[in-house]
């Protein structure tokens, strides 16, 4: 089980999948949700501020979104959050059909997975598997 959830998705609609599929899989304790890159560095910085133990051990990250996208967060996020690296497992969950965003999280260092919307059962045992493993 995983302690803390950090979903970084612009739809309210994705959320609560997410939400209902990771409650009903009792694979997470807790499921905080922003709707764009800015709102999750806000709220890393807040965490930050209290504690590291209050970080999230994994990040479900949307692509395409206002304000800030996932690309945006993942350099930010690298950038301001170094000592996280190797503490949070961090998955693309994206609907995006664009063989070069898949390519691209394929390069990316930080990104273990690319998992395609909507979350469902399948993709939540995929990530307990890597848990277990790391």
Known sequence: MVKRILSIEDDAT????????????????????????????DFLQTINNESLDKMPELILLDLNMPVMDGW?????????????????????LSSSINP?????????????GFLEKPLDF?????IERDFAVS
Do not use: M
Request: charged fraction near 35%; hydrophobic fraction near 35%; proline fraction near 1%.
């Open 14 to 41: 994705t959320h609560l999948l997410n939400k209902l599929y990771l409650d009903e899989s009792k694979f997470c304790e807790e499921y905080i949700e922003v709707f764009n890159g800015q709102g999750a560095i």
């Open 72 to 92: 945006e967060f993942l350099e930010t996020f690298e950038k301001e959050y170094p000592q996280l690296a190797d503490k949070t497992k961090i998955y693309v």
């Open 100 to 112: 070069k965003d898949k390519e691209r999280a394929d390069r990316e260092k930080l990104i273990v």
């Open 122 to 126: 399948s993709q939540i045992a995929k």
